[in-house]
């Protein structure tokens, strides 16, 4: 059984940056981030493959947010620059155990999920 531990999440004013870790117990394949905001459904965010560590973006973050994984430590993490309000959400690391699956954007396929961790940003 696969377990994500995000951490990093917080207050920060517009413009900012934050880093999310998603440290992972058991074996992994390709992970990503998602967020939820109040009231809407979960967006995906990021993914890397566990084969190339290639990556694919939202088109909201594109340009913003970095995706990079340490696979010596199982851990997987997100910079996130030049913040803005409509970024505020809880952001959830997710894990895919279907090893033929090497970007995945759909929450339906990630198997795992962290609690989330919260991030707000202020204007």
């Known amino acids: 059984q696969v377990q994500l531990l995000e951490s990093g999440g917080g207050l920060v004013q517009a413009g900012g940056s934050l880093r999310l870790s998603c440290a992972a117990s058991?074996?992994?394949?390709?992970m990503g981030w998602f967020r939820q905001a109040p009231g809407k459904e979960r967006e995906f965010v990021a993914t890397i493959s566990w084969i190339d560590s290639s990556t694919d973006y939202g088109d909201s973050v594109k340009g913003r947010f970095t995706i990079s994984r340490a696979n010596a430590k199982n851990t997987v993490y997100l910079k996130m620059n030049s913040l803005n309000p409509e970024d505020t959400a809880l952001y959830y690391c997710a894990a895919a155990g279907n090893p033929l699956l090497f970007r995945p954007r759909g929450v339906r396929e990630h198997d795992y999920w962290g609690q989330g961790t919260q991030v707000t940003v202020s204007s």
């Open positions: 058991g074996r992994t394949f390709s």
